[in-house]
């Protein structure tokens, strides 16, 4: 007897839904180890030819090899009573594809219906690899399609790891910055958005990202985010504004009321009185509006322009 009997038991592209007399563990267990499968049941098929109960002899050998329920197990056994009684000649003194041809057409419809094994949506790929046999476009010779949660190739990969290097891609809540390349993960790193672009972010307010994104910078501190001019070491602007963010505000970010000489808001009479007893001064002198530390007629065109006004 050739030890090729029974090997076309599994010759379909047989995974997922349960009928029949095995269930979807088992369903599942044979369209994972079909091979093991295959060759345990054709063991056990020779050495129980012959013996006074075959099918009594079939279930506990093969019980012994595959951890499939019973009733899935009586499908196999009824499988080698079958192959026994329609293909011995072509299996014990023909070729393996004439034992094959032979109980594909005889025994293997009958095996399938007891099995609970088909192809319900049609693509050429019975439920026991097939992970979704209710769609046609789900199978293992589909072509996958990745980060849209679908397995459709059934190879059970991760669908938001497409270079299988374990790191689920950035993009989709993981920490893999290149997901082509298996050998690349890259660094994600934190960025502070950048409103009013200074080159300063607020701390509260970043952003976690492979790459810088636009309107974003590596620096924060920022204590007023839609302005340009307030940030940290930023040159005061005279407007009583914290422009260098260190909490006080000094020096050049006072604000300064032009022409009020004697510090009222109002630049009024007595500020003419303090302007014009040092007109003419030339040199480092008080009450220069120009900046160029003497007083004429330049500054006293300034302060006539503010003449009247208040500051507060």
């Known amino acids: 007897m050739k030890t090729h009997l029974l090997l076309a038991i599994l010759a379909v592209p047989f995974f997922g839904l349960s009928q029949g007399n095995c269930d979807q563990s088992d369903l599942q267990y044979i369209g994972a180890n079909a091979a093991f499968v ?3 049941a054709a063991d056990c098929g020779v050495s129980c030819l012959f013996a006074a109960n075959p099918q009594a002899c079939f279930e506990t050998c ?4 595959v951890p499939l329920t019973g009733p899935c197990i009586s499908c196999f056994s009824a499988q080698t009573d079958c192959a026994s009684a329609n293909c011995l000649f072509a299996c014990a003194f023909g070729t393996e594809a004439d034992c094959a041809a032979c109980i594909e057409v ?6 399938e219906i007891c099995a609970g094994i088909e192809d319900a949506d049609a693509d050429t790929y019975s439920n026991l690899y097939d992970c979704n046999d209710a769609d046609a476009t789900i199978n293992p010779g589909a072509a996958e399609i990745w980060y ?11 669908d938001y790891d497409q270079d299988g290097d374990g790191a689920i891609a950035f993009a989709y809540g993981g920490l893999d910055c290149d997901d082509s390349d298996a050998n690349f993960i890259g660094t ?24 810088q994104p636009a309107g974003t910078s590596t620096l924060f501190g920022d204590c007023d985010d839609t302005d340009e001019t ?12 914290d422009n260098d963010c260190n909490g006080t505000i000094e020096a050049d ?14 630049i009024g009479a007595g500020d003419l009185l303090s302007f014009l007893s040092v007109f003419g001064c030339s040199s480092a002198c008080i009450n220069d509006l120009t900046g160029d530390d003497i007083v004429n ?15 507060l």
């Open 253 to 266: 970010e006072v604000f300064v009321c032009l022409g009020d000489f004697n510090g009222d808001q109002v």
């Open 230 to 241: 307030v940030y940290p070491g930023a040159l005061g602007t005279g407007e009583n504004l």
């Open 297 to 311: 007629s330049a500054d006293l065109l300034i302060f006539l322009g503010v003449f009247g006004t208040t500051c």
């Open 62 to 65: 093969f019980s012994a090899e």
């Open 188 to 211: 994600i790193t934190a960025f502070f958005v950048d409103s009013d672009n200074d080159g300063y972010g607020v701390l509260a307010n970043q952003v976690l990202a492979c790459s």
């Open 38 to 40: 295959q060759q345990a």
């Open 148 to 158: 849209d949660g679908i397995d459709q190739n059934c190879d059970g990969a991760n």
């Open 106 to 111: 005889n025994c293997l419809p009958d095996f």
